[in-house]
C-alpha cells in the first residue's frame, strides 16, 4: 500500500471510517500518514448521507472470500462508483466500468494504476 499512500500525498485525500481494530485508538490512529483521517463508525442509518459527500468508495480487501458487503451497497445507494479489488465474488457484485472499477486482487501496483487513471479522468459522478 506504500505506493498507494505516495499517490495520496500527491494529489488525493482519504477519509477511513469504520471500527477500530482492536488496540487503542490513539494508536491507531498514529498508524495512519496525516493525509488519511481516521472518523470513525457511523451509524447505519446515516452511512449513506455521509458517503453522498464523497467522490468514490475505495473497498481493497484482502480477505479473497469477502463476505460483508454492506458497506458496497450503501455506496451504491449513495450514487458512488466502487474502486475494489476482485476478489471471489468481485464479479458478482460489480460490473466493471459501470457500477465501479476492478483491480487485481493483492496487487498495491494496479490500485495505484487505478487511483492515477480516476484522478486523471475524473469521471462524472451518476
Request: with cysteine; hydrophobic share 35%.
Amino acid at each position: 500500500m506504500r505506493k498507494a499512500e505516495a499517490l495520496c500525498i500527491r494529489s488525493i485525500f482519504m477519509e477511513k471510517f469504520g471500527r477500530t481494530i482492536p488496540m487503542n485508538l490513539k494508536s491507531y490512529k498514529r498508524h495512519f500518514p496525516e493525509y488519511i483521517k481516521y472518523k470513525g463508525s457511523v451509524n447505519y442509518d446515516e452511512s449513506v448521507e455521509t458517503l453522498k459527500n464523497y467522490f468514490a468508495l475505495v473497498f481493497p480487501t484482502l480477505f479473497y472470500t469477502e463476505e460483508y458487503l454492506g458497506t458496497i451497497i450503501d455506496a451504491y445507494a449513495a450514487g458512488l462508483p466502487v474502486i475494489s479489488s476482485k476478489w471471489e465474488s468481485y464479479d458478482d457484485v460489480i460490473e466493471d466500468n459501470i457500477t465501479g472499477i476492478g483491480y487485481k486482487f493483492g496487487s498495491d501496483d494496479a490500485l495505484v494504476e487505478v487511483l492515477e487513471n480516476v484522478q486523471k479522468e475524473k469521471p462524472a459522478r451518476r
